[in-house]
T-cell receptor
Framework: GAVVSQHPSRVICKSGTSVKIECRSLDFQATTMFWYRQFPKQSLMLMATSNEGSKATYEQGVEKDKFLINHASLTLSTLTVTSAHPEDSSFYIC????????????FGPGTRLLVL | AQTVTQSQPEMSVQEAETVTLSCTYDTSESDYYLFWYKQPPSRQMILVIRQEAYKQQNATENRFSVNFQKAAKSFSLKISDSQLGDAAMYFCAFTLRAQKLVFGQGTRLTINP
């Protein structure tokens, strides 16, 4: 149980285009989902916390207008990178928290974004 | 603010032997949760073990066990009978109830055959 999927696993896009990444909890309902960014050989950096039916809470320094997060249902959250630029190239990971199970977060497999 | 420190950037161990990864944290709260996550080369974050602070008993999952010292704010991970598949980056993490995870910097574990 507690499987989180993420799609796509890899995406290459041209500078200036927008890219949408989906995060789904497959076998449980997640009231809270999280979006992280990870640079090579570094720890995970939290970008935002997403609660179903409400606006996401962004971490300091994360541009809300560039990284749009939508949490439309208890099993789906999306991250849209708008007007992507090469510096947005990174590994993006989502997670979903299982309420009542020791605050555990289960992670998706990640999405590698390359902006040319 | 809560912080998590992993003082060992890299560790290596011979296959079948035991290795311990260190983690310390700082908090003024008494009710919290601690985790060890594993990130293999695939980069999928995998939950290894979880510990609730209110539980005195150390958590165990097969070959993985923790030494939770609440007063010392220490949460080390012991891997017994190390296997080649244990090679990964290991992250220690902390959270309060309904709050975000705070990660350590990670420890890269190499298993020597």
């Amino acid at each position: 149980g507690a499987v989180v999927s993420q799609h796509p696993s890899r995406v290459i896009c041209k500078s200036g285009t927008s890219v949408k990444i989906e995060c789904r909890s497959l076998d449980f309902q997640a009231t809270t989902m999280f979006w992280y960014r990870q640079f090579p050989k570094q720890s995970l950096m939290l970008m935002a916390t997403s609660n179903e039916g409400s606006k996401a809470t962004y971490e300091q320094g994360v541009e809300k207008d560039k990284f749009l997060i939508n949490h439309a249902s208890l099993t789906l959250s999306t991250l849209t990178v708008t007007s992507a630029h090469p510096e947005d190239s990174s590994f993006y990971i989502c997670s979903a928290r299982v309420g009542g199970v020791g605050e555990t977060q289960y992670f998706g497999p990640g999405t590698r974004l390359l902006v040319l | 603010a809560q912080t998590v420190t992993q003082s060992q950037p890299e560790m290596s161990v011979q296959e079948a032997e035991t290795v311990t990864l260190s983690c310390t944290y700082d908090t003024s709260e008494s009710d919290y949760y601690l985790f060890w996550y594993k990130q293999p080369p695939s980069r999928q974050m995998i939950l290894v073990i979880r510990q609730e602070a209110y539980k005195q008993q150390n958590a165990t999952e097969n070959r993985f066990s923790v030494n939770f010292q609440k007063a010392a704010k220490s949460f080390s991970l012991k891997i017994s009978d190390s296997q080649l598949g244990d090679a990964a980056m290991y992250f220690c993490a902390f959270t309060l109830r309904a709050q975000k995870l705070v990660f350590g910097q990670g420890t890269r574990l190499t298993i020597n055959p």
